[in-house]
């Protein structure tokens, strides 16, 4: 049996173009040679890595392809005694957006600056359509009623600026009283004519249905002030007060969701700034919650159910 690297280095020579020292060529795969990729990079399925996988004594070659349906026909079982699965799984993307969340960034995304003109800084959460009876169909911005809507005044039309430039109005919003417990801390704007957008989180990736966040779940989020975190969910259903620093008395939200550092050795695991990011399970990159709170110290924050989020605001959410 062939050692397993070298079967794994002229897989990747085939299908990804990769060059390796050695040039001896393996008889099995022979007839791979129609799968390699031209300039374009261009095939039914992307096989985009290929690595080692199995048991050291039960090795296997892994070829990861973005659609199994349409994975190369011709790809054997076996090359040179050594077994070669496949499997579905996206490309990876460069999390270049994190480094650059404070600033410009387009085609707007989850997870980046964003707030009203002479207003707090906070984080686009999502992106999302109206299901409001007379409302127009254009997509809007998902984020925290406090970030998008001033304290008094007309709410609606309130410009929403990403990287200094108008990207957005405020269609509605939450507002927070004082004395009646709140239901959401959320709010949506209208994105302008020309602006481009992408259904995705910074670092995260698009996102998936909408699903109830449970005790346990571990859960990643991407945040204009502490980027990308991830940690677990302590408690559902709470009822809680919130200190606004705007505000003598806090303020009493209900049905939140709170999530912790995963351990005391991380970390923040949300800062100030990060309200509005989009809350997903670990892994499926589904959303659970929308992040309106965090503890000063880094260790928890609270977040709303998405479902929650949705029906007051009277929308749905744009996902893959």
């Known amino acids: 049996m062939r050692n397993p690297a070298d079967v794994r280095d002229d897989l990747a020579e085939r299908f990804l173009g990769h060059a390796r020292a050695a040039t001896r060529r393996l008889p099995g795969l022979a007839a791979l040679h129609m799968h390699r990729f ?9 096989v985009h890595a290929v690595g080692l996988g199995g048991t050291e004594e039960s090795p296997a070659v892994l070829v990861y392809v973005t659609n199994l349906n349409a994975a ?11 077994p070669v699965r496949l499997v ?8 270049g957006c994190s480094e650059n969340r404070k ?15 002479g207003g707090p800084a906070g984080t686009l959460g999502a992106f999302a359509k109206s299901i409001r009876e007379g409302d127009d169909p254009d997509p809007l911005i998902l984020g925290n009623s406090h970030v998008f809507a001033p304290l008094e005044g007309r709410v609606r039309g309130t410009p929403i600026r990403q990287g200094g430039e108008l990207v957005a109005t405020v269609l509605r919003a939450s507002r927070l009283h004082l004395t009646v417990p709140i239901e959401v801390d959320a709010a949506v704007a209208t994105i302008e004519r020309g602006v481009e957008w992408r259904s995705e989180v910074c670092s995260i990736g698009a996102i998936g249905a909408p699903l109830s966040a449970e005790k346990g779940m571990r859960v990643a989020k991407h945040g204009r002030t502490s980027g990308f975190t991830v940690g677990r ?3 559902t259903g709470l009822i ?20 912790d ?15 509005g990011s989009l809350v997903l399970e670990e892994g499926t990159r589904r959303a659970v919650g929308l992040l309106s709170a965090v503890d000063p110290q880094g260790d928890f924050y609270y977040a709303h159910p998405i479902a929650q989020v949705c029906r007051e605001m009277e929308i749905e959410l744009l996902w893959e």
């Open 103 to 117: 600033g410009r960034v387009r085609p707007l995304l989850g997870g980046i600056e964003i707030g009203r003109e």
């Open 261 to 275: 550092a995963s351990s005391k050795d991380e970390n923040s695991v949300g800062e100030t700034g990060d309200s």
């Open 233 to 235: 969910v302590t408690d």
């Open 240 to 259: 809680a007060d919130v200190e606004d620093p705007r505000r003598e008395r806090p303020l009493r939200f209900l049905n939140l969701i709170r999530v």
């Open 88 to 95: 579905e799984s996206p490309m990876a993307r460069l999390a």
């Open 72 to 82: 190369p026909e011709s790809l054997p079982g076996k090359v040179d005694g050594i």
């Open 38 to 46: 031209d300039e374009s990079h261009e095939t039914p399925s992307r």
